[in-house]
């Protein structure tokens, strides 16, 4: 079977709820741009070094396929009858792991370059697509009545992604000082 359905080669694409509409629709541009950023968490997630913020990504990379589907929808009960929506406890979710982490973590005190590890690197990379796709997210419920919970979760999550960048950096700097000193002893002690 074709992946291909030649439904869009006039521009136009379906939504969730069969409804067709233009590709250039700030719909489809707002939804698009969540599932880049979908994409960009799971690169993250595969250069994680603690296994905690792998399994925190995942359980996002989720929460994002209910959310581009809810914006994927004209007519949100329909998606709301078929699948799992963005709720409260979500958006207090997020809000327990960047408090614990931001109590963990060192304090910082000036503005921070965007990543010492890789993992730190790209979860900067998902903030800032985060961002460029809250504000389309907001541009778009100016039109759009959208649940008062989805604009509280999107709202979140740059916050989210600058922590967990802080985690996997701080992570990578404790490894890195450990296998210094480590092969420092191994040449004292003749190793």
Known sequence: MAIYTKGGDKGSTSLYDGTRVKKSSLRVETYG??????ANVSLADKFCVKAENQEILKKIEYKMFFLQGEI?????PKFNANSRVITDEDVHELEKIIDRYTTELPPVTSFILPGASLAGAQLHVCRT???RAERLFVRFSTDVDVRP???RYVNRLSDFFYIMARSEDYEFQINELTDRVIKRYAQAVGR
């Open 33 to 38: 741009t969540f599932d880049e950023l979908n």
């Open 72 to 76: 994927a929808t004209q007519e949100a």
């Open 129 to 131: 697509v985060c961002r």
């Open 149 to 151: 919970v989805l604009e």
